[in-house]
């Protein structure tokens, strides 16, 4: 299987900056996407960035212009550079990544445990 694990996040006041990144580890076939979402209390999960296997970014309008998504050249890691932080971007956030993996190239879907970014006015 494939195995994602997340690393960054913490506490910063408005206006601050944080960078996640992620990795992904496994008999990766091919990657469809990799990318971040975010949850808030009692609310399910949203897609702030990802990036597609071809290199396309998309990202939620609300973090448009102050988050970027990155990745590298082996296309393993992903980062995610968030600049202008506000309390509203105040979640837990997960890395995602979607694809095939192994011989078979068998579909995958895995999910970070999660990882908490808080900020603070």
């Known amino acids: 299987q494939v195995q994602v694990v997340e690393s960054g996040g913490g506490s910063v006041q408005s206006g601050g900056s944080l960078r996640l990144s992620c990795a992904a580890s496994g008999n990766i076939f091919s990657l469809e996407y990799m990318g971040w979402y975010r949850q808030f209390p009692g609310e399910q999960r949203e897609m702030v960035a990802i990036l597609t296997g071809d290199g396309h970014a998309h990202y939620a309008d609300s973090v448009r212009d102050r988050f970027i998504i990155s990745r590298d050249n082996a296309y393993t890691k992903v980062s995610l550079q968030m600049d202008r932080l506000n309390p509203e971007d105040t979640a837990v956030y997960y890395c995602?990544?979607?694809?095939?993996?192994?011989?078979?190239?068998?579909?995958?879907?895995?999910w970070g445990r999660g990882t908490q970014v808080t900020v603070s006015s």
């Open positions: 995602n990544a979607k694809g095939r993996w192994g011989d078979k190239a068998w579909g995958f879907d895995s």
